[in-house]
């Protein structure tokens, strides 16, 4: 079955970056678009940034863009997200997920929506203070 398992995330001050990674298992994880999602208690889970499966386009939420880099290495099976100029309002858990359906292989908001994937990983919490 598919499997996520993210890690990477810690405490950093602000201005600080992290690397978060998701490894896929089960499944032809080349086939699959990935995307990284955020949530904060009491909050709707929110999306952060996709890629296609082949990692020709990605798509990033405005409050993350110049800051955040999606990436993936196929051949490693994981996924990647690249935090830079990290801001306390990025705290929160963050979770990859992956799908082979179109709205998640849509190059657009759609690819952000929580609903365009049937697949998630258990989190990592990142934690910025200023």
């Given at each position: 079955q598919v499997q996520l398992v993210e890690s990477g995330g810690g405490?950093?001050?602000a201005g600080g970056s992290l690397r978060l990674s998701c490894v896929g298992s089960g499944y032809t994880f080349s086939s699959y678009c990935t995307a990284w999602f955020r949530q904060t208690p009491g909050k709707?889970?929110?999306?952060?940034?996709?890629i296609s499966a082949a990692g020709s386009w990605s798509y990033y939420t405005?409050?993350?863009k110049g800051r955040f880099t999606i990436s993936r290495d196929n051949a490693?099976?994981?996924?990647y997200l690249q935090?830079?100029?990290l801001k306390p309002e990025d705290t929160a858990m963050y979770y990859c997920a992956t799908d082979r359906r179109t709205y998640a292989?849509?190059?657009g908001q759609?690819?952000?929506?929580?609903?365009s994937y049937n697949y998630w990983g258990q989190g990592t919490q990142v934690t910025v203070s200023s």
């Open positions: 405490s950093v001050q709707e889970r929110e999306g952060v940034a996709a405005d409050s993350v490693k099976n994981t996924l935090m830079d100029n292989c849509n190059s759609m690819s952000l929506v929580k609903w």
